[in-house]
């Protein structure tokens, strides 16, 4: 309420400062801006003590201090924060990593993306959205890691599938460029999800050409970026595509002969008796 911190806090006695800390702590996880900002002052004479506690041998004192700063002032111990991005415990480092990627401090996306080699061992889709979450002042520093071809193949793939998640426009020609030159099936396979989330008709060709790769899961995402990107002139090769071994192909073949052809072609090649009418069918009852 309009207590001063001063009076706040000389309720508090020694003993109980760690505490109060950590009951202060809970109350900031759920606010923002000024209420936030409020709970850090009544928690600033107190976080030195906290800030010694990243040199505790334990992990998982470490960790909690981790949280409890970024929690309670983020910008005045930052420096930790980032250091502890190289923790030996992993629990600590991503502790750090989840700490520094908030959408109201975007400015500590770089410091997450250059260690993020760190957390392959996590889920990509975790990873993903850990960045993602940043919101869209992250977008110029994944772009970046996208277009770097000296950046691990799985660092690269959380970069595109982070910028699917913001809807990012602007990656599109760097994820077709990636499509293209790209080694890895990994890689490709998500710069094609991004162009097909994000990318525009002058994408389509990227797609064409990669839906006769010999991976399947490229066969499918080009195809499947077809769905969005592609027109009436794909049918044949979206037709064709339904003979694909692959169940995976097929179903994104189906789905995007459905968005570039519509209901009444599809309709039509389940009543025929094709060998894969189980999927068509079904493609039409999510479509109903």
Not at 46 to 61: E, M, N
Not at 147 to 176: F, G, H
Not at 177 to 201: K, M, Q
Not at 238 to 266: K, M, N, Q
Request: proline share 4%; aromatic share 6%.
């Amino acid at each position: 309420g309009d207590i001063s911190a001063e009076a706040v806090r000389g309720g508090v006695d020694a003993y109980d400062a760690l505490y109060f800390v950590g009951f202060l702590a809970r109350f900031a996880s759920r606010l923002r801006g000024a209420e936030r900002d409020r709970i850090g002052e009544l928690a600033a004479p107190y976080l030195p003590r906290i800030d010694r506690q990243l040199g505790h041998g334990a992990p998982g004192v470490r960790a909690r201090a981790v949280r409890t700063l970024s929690l309670l002032g983020l910008r005045q111990y930052s420096y930790g924060i980032i250091a502890a991005l190289d923790d030996p415990a992993p629990l600590v480092a991503m502790t750090a990593a989840r700490a520094l990627s908030r959408r109201e401090h975007s400015e500590y996306a770089p410091a997450v993306l250059t260690k993020l080699h760190r957390f392959l061992d996590w889920s990509p889709a975790y990873l993903a959205a850990m960045l993602a979450g940043i919101g869209p002042g992250a977008a110029p520093y994944l772009r970046g890691v996208l277009a770097d071809q000296s950046e691990p193949a799985l660092v690269r793939k959380v970069a595109a599938d982070a910028l699917r998640a913001l809807n990012d426009v602007d990656s599109t020609d760097i994820a077709a460029e990636v499509a293209r030159t790209s080694p890895r099936h990994d890689v490709v396979a998500a710069a094609l999800r991004l162009i097909g989330a994000c990318g525009s008709a002058r994408h389509a060709a990227v797609a064409r050409r990669l839906a006769s790769s010999d991976d399947e899961i490229v066969r499918a995402q080009a195809l499947g970026a077809l769905g969005t990107l592609g027109d009436v002139n794909d049918v044949p090769a979206l037709s064709r595509a339904l003979e694909d071994e692959s169940v995976w192909v097929v179903w994104h073949a189906t789905r995007a002969l459905f968005a570039v052809a519509g209901r009444a072609v599809l309709e039509q090649l389940a009543e025929s008796g094709h060998g894969r009418v189980d999927i068509m069918r079904e493609v039409l009852a999510e479509q109903t």
